[in-house]
């Protein structure tokens, strides 16, 4: 009896914490893509503008969600530890030295798909829960 | 199959034939019909639903199709070739004491040496050339705000790793001077001013900037040259400012930032400088000799006239010719993960002939922690400089200051900064002055400038 309700147990937190094992972000791109992934650096150079072309040389053009969308909240706390004010104090320099420009923005999940499906140099972020069929997944973090 | 199953279903069938067959061909009709009907009744039921579905669904469709197509547009728009971006600061500050740098600082309160709002507009030319320009109007330039352009230029990306910008770019003298009007992009209410305050700001010419990695480490190097300066100060008007150039190399790797520059600017034309000090025709002639310039007097004294057969002059000028090279070379290095950050920041000015002035150094360091939405920080800087060989009187001095502040995020874009910046110390004529090149002392011990600044990127 007792050896049963351990594993039961077992399986029930194994369960449990599956639940919050759940990707909150995902960078997506065009199926088409040579990279199989990206690692988390890589994936912060990319969306800060400091690097321009992904790993195996493909030109990258990434595209962020309208501020206040909660997936480039946490998409840019978790993969680049800044906040929405620290990211604007950053842009600024770079815009107002004329070193960068702000990646091109779009309204939410659902538009980044639609635009990385149709566009093979494409890089985005949408939500854990998002539904990625027909794009390739490159990076995902909890 | 076992022989109990068997035997029901032998059964059954039995039981199930007969009542086929007793069925006569009118029930059999009405059966069919009825069937008929439902599947008729089915039938418009499903042709109803896909229509009122259909409707919405067909609406929807549309929608997105509409948005897609809008969207590639969009996309298409490598092909968006406009960008307008802006920042702006609106800032009061109060001096204790009149304060005559090129800020304003004075014992009223007063938003004209901070406030100042720039615009940039940004023009994709081709796939890799680009064009600029930053306009910025300051309070603090005249009485009207007036705008002048910042940054105009050309860019060509010839490279991954390399561009070419040709036109008006500020001079990269340290860490923020490129974004010396961004309130936004820096900690404090305005750059130290114990090294911020040059008197060149931008140049016409040309710059090159390759960015390249070693290893995990990310760097820039900046190489530029000048055909010509623009300078903020009244000072160097009949000075003209020439063979301007620098290189500097930024380096980042993870938190760490560190940035080592230089920059030589050459300065020919005359400097005069006006006197209220007596003085008599010898004395005059001494200045003239030693300094290889002209001193007149402006206005006989007075009071003294003459004694010992001389005649006393109690405002008078010196007209020097000046030609000299400054070198600024500077060092900075940054730590900022997120939450806590510190900049240290120092400069040395060396000058060939040490005419209009000595040789000087800078040193400051900042401290700050980022809580939520609030940033306490706190600077303490200390400037120096040798005497400057031509003006009569001068001597070294020095200066140290420390300054406490608190910015608050107010939303993503805006924030808000108090700052109390303490100036003590003061060796020489402490360079804030409108008459900073008279010989003599300062007359004050220390200074306050306690400042408000609202600060906004859109």
Not at chain 2, 420 to 431: A, I, P, R, S, V
């Amino acid at each position: 009896m007792k050896k049963s309700m351990f594993i039961y147990a077992l399986f029930l937190s194994l369960f449990i914490y599956s639940g919050f094992v759940a990707a909150e972000v995902k960078i997506v791109a065009h199926p088409s893509l040579k990279d199989a992934s990206l690692t988390k650096e890589v994936a912060a150079k990319l969306f800060l503008g400091k690097v321009s072309n992904f790993p195996s040389g493909t030109k990258a053009i990434p595209i962020d969600q309208e501020t206040g969308e909660e997936a480039r909240d946490e998409f840019y706390q978790k993969v680049t530890n800044k906040t929405a004010a620290q990211l604007k104090s950053y842009w600024s320099r770079l815009i107002f030295t004329g070193q960068a420009l702000p990646n091109k923005r779009v309204l939410d999940d659902d538009e980044v798909m639609e635009l990385i499906i149709a566009n093979p140099n494409l890089v985005g972020y949408v939500s854990g829960d998002m539904d990625t069929t027909g794009a390739k997944v490159l990076f995902s973090m909890p | 199959m076992n022989k109990k199953i068997r035997f029901i279903f032998t059964v059954l069938l039995l039981i199930g034939a007969p009542s086929v067959f007793a069925m006569s061909d009118a029930e059999i009709e009405k059966k069919f019909d009825a069937y008929e009907a439902k599947i008729k009744a089915l039938e418009k039921k499903v042709n109803a639903s896909p229509a009122s579905v259909n409707k919405k669904m067909v609406k929807n469709v549309k929608k997105n199709k509409k948005r897609i197509s809008k969207l590639k547009k969009l996309m298409d728009s490598e092909k968006e070739r406009f960008q307008m971006n802006g920042f702006m600061t609106v800032a009061a500050s109060k001096a204790d004491a009149e304060l005559g740098s090129a800020y304003h600082f004075n014992d009223r309160v007063n938003f004209r040496g901070d406030s100042k709002v720039g615009m940039q507009f940004d023009y994709k030319l081709s796939e890799d050339m680009d064009a600029t320009i930053q306009l910025v109007a300051r309070s603090r330039d005249e009485d009207v705000w007036t705008a002048d352009a910042e940054w105009a230029y050309v860019g060509k990306r010839f490279t991954d790793w390399m561009k070419v910008r040709v036109g008006r770019l500020r001079i990269p003298f340290y860490l923020y001077s490129e974004s010396l009007d961004v309130g936004y992009s820096y900690p404090w209410v305005r750059p130290p001013i114990d090294l911020y305050t040059t008197l060149v700001t931008s140049f016409d010419g040309m710059d090159v900037a390759f960015k390249f990695p070693t290893g995990p480490v990310n760097h820039r190097v900046q190489v530029w040259v000048a055909g010509w300066t623009n300078t903020d100060a009244d000072a160097l008007d009949d000075i003209d400012v020439y063979d301007t150039r620098g290189v500097n190399i930024t380096s980042s790797w993870r938190a760490f930032t560190l940035r080592l520059a230089t920059t030589s600017i050459a300065l020919e034309g005359t400097q005069t400088t006006e006197f209220y000090s007596d003085i008599n025709d010898a004395g005059l002639a001494g200045y003239a000799f030693a300094t290889g310039g002209t001193a007149t007097c402006l206005e006989p004294s007075p009071v003294l006239t003459v004694i010992a057969g001389e005649s006393i002059c109690s405002r008078w000028d010196l007209i020097i010719d000046i030609d000299d090279t400054i070198t600024y070379n500077s060092l900075a290095f940054q730590y900022d993960n997120g939450t806590f950050f510190t900049i240290y920041e120092a400069a040395l000015l060396d000058l060939k002939e040490e005419s209009i002035f000595g040789n000087g150094r800078a040193d400051v360091v900042t401290f700050g922690y980022r809580f939520q939405s609030w940033t306490p920080y706190i600077a303490g800087g200390v400037t120096e400089s040798d005497p400057a060989n031509l003006i009569p009187g001068s001597t070294e001095t020095s200066r140290r200051s420390w300054l406490l502040g608190l910015q608050h995020i107010l939303n993503d874009s805006t924030s808000i900064k108090f700052e109390w910046n303490h100036l003590y110390d003061f060796e020489g004529t402490d360079g804030f002055d409108e008459g900073a090149l008279e010989p003599g002392e300062t007359d004050l011990d220390d200074a306050n400038i306690y400042t408000i600044a609202i600060d906004a990127v859109f």
